[in-house]
């Protein structure tokens, strides 16, 4: 089985969640949900799961052997690094978000207007 695409769905920075990931599969099928997960020692990738009646979480889908696991995880972790690059070349190229103030309210009815004076042909002095 050969992965055909990994798309990084949502990204973050709050929390210990950073990114909600799809892959497909062999152009045929896509499993959404997996997480990028920041952990205590370092970054893994958490499958999709449900929460049981006794309060434990299973995956509702996952690899069967080490090696896929490792081969998912590895590509996954790969495209995530490529987004967070491609997010900071972005922020250095525009420049970080500044929170502009909010406009103010609508301007006075009987605001005062100011004419520019009348600019007037000017003529030579005689010589």
Do not use: C
Request: charged fraction near 30%.
């Amino acid at each position: 089985m050969e992965i055909t695409s990994i798309t990084i769905r949502k990204m973050g920075n709050e929390g210990k969640m950073k990114a909600i990931v799809s892959v497909t599969f062999d152009h045929s099928f896509v499993v959404h949900d997996i997480k990028v997960i920041e952990g205590n020692n370092g970054y893994f990738i958490a499958m999709p799961s449900r929460k049981t009646q006794d309060g434990e979480f299973k995956d509702i889908v996952h690899p069967i052997n080490s090696e896929f696991r490792e081969k998912l995880s590895t590509e996954v972790m790969k495209k995530y690094q490529e987004a967070l690059d491609l997010q900071a070349q972005q922020v250095n190229e525009t420049g970080p978000t500044i929170a502009m103030p909010a406009p103010e309210e609508a301007a006075p009815e009987e605001a005062p207007t100011v004419e520019a004076p009348a600019v007037d042909a000017v003529e030579e002095p005689a010589e």
